[in-house]
Each structure stands twice: as C-alpha cells, then as structure tokens.
C-alpha cells in the first residue's frame, strides 16, 4: 500500500516537473523573441531619429522624471523637473509642462510645440526646438503614465525663414515707393 502511494507521489512529482520544465522553456524561448523585436524596433527607431535629426526623451508622468534616450533607445540622463528645467527657457519650460499634463490627463492626444533651449554662456540666444508629444503607454484608466517626446533643432529654418521675410519686406518697400 505504501508503495502504491509513493509510486502515485513520484509519477506526479515527474509530471509536474516535465510540465515546468516545458513551460519555462517555452517562456524563455518567448521571451528571447521579444528581446529579438524590441532590439529590431530600437534599431529602426534609431535609424529614423538619426535620418530625421530628432532626438528622443520620455515624461514618465508615475515618477515624474524626464528620461533622456541616447543610441540604441538606451537611458542616456534622468532628470527631475527642476533639473530638466534649465535646459529651456523658463516660460517655455512652463508651457511644455502643460502640453505634457494635458496629455496624461486625456485632455489632448498629441501637442507639438516650439521651444528656446537655454541660452549658452556666449550666445545671444537659444536654440530653436520643436518638441512633438504623444502617450507611450496609458494606465487601466486611460491616463497616460509615459509620453514620448521628439523634438528637434529648428533654428536654421528659423534663420531662414526670417531672411525671406526680410527679403520680402525689402523688396516690398523698393516697388512700393
């Protein structure tokens, strides 16, 4: 009698490890194609940033951080908001937090926005940023907990742009008078 009872225990001990055992490695092998994806999806996302000259940093709304993305989507800085502060101007700084709460708050689903970064010590002003915003990922409650942000230097459009202008208002004033 004893022996049937510990023939049953150990056949069900061996059926549960097989069945372990095949779970785990299908886990791992499952896993092993999402770390194959997300390094192809992080390879191409660095080719488009690269291409486009956009950089990428993500709000995380839970923590509130700014996590700043370098090659291969890899966490380059991390920064509070009184830290992420200093690299824009302040009333822009001001107005990018809006956007950024307006999106975790459903209130918007994606802003762009121009913005001056910080001057440096021997510049008579800051760059020029465009600053695009979407939800990376939203809670159970549809709140965004993480935004992705790509923004990109757009001062020599500005420059441009007002050269024409000037151009115009030039020739403008010439054939007018």
Known sequence: MLSHILFYVTA??????????????????RERGLDKL??????????VLQASKYQAWIYDAVNQRYIWLGKGGKVSGEY?????????????FLQLRQ?????????SETARIEVHGRRKKNSSHGK???????????DSSGRAT??????RDISADKMKQEKVSRMLMQFHTMFNH
């Open 38 to 47: 997300n390094h192809l999806q992080l390879t191409q996302m660095e080719l």
């Open 128 to 138: 020029q940023l465009e600053v695009r915003l979407k939800p990376l990922a939203k």
């Open 99 to 107: 956007c950024l709460f307006a999106i975790r708050d459903g209130q």
């Open 12 to 29: 069900t001990l061996i059926i549960v490890l097989v069945v372990l055992l095949f779970r785990n490695r299908f886990f791992i092998y």
């Open 80 to 92: 509070s908001p009184l830290d992420y502060s200093q690299f824009y101007e302040s009333d822009d």
């Open 146 to 151: 993480k935004i992705l942000a790509l923004q």
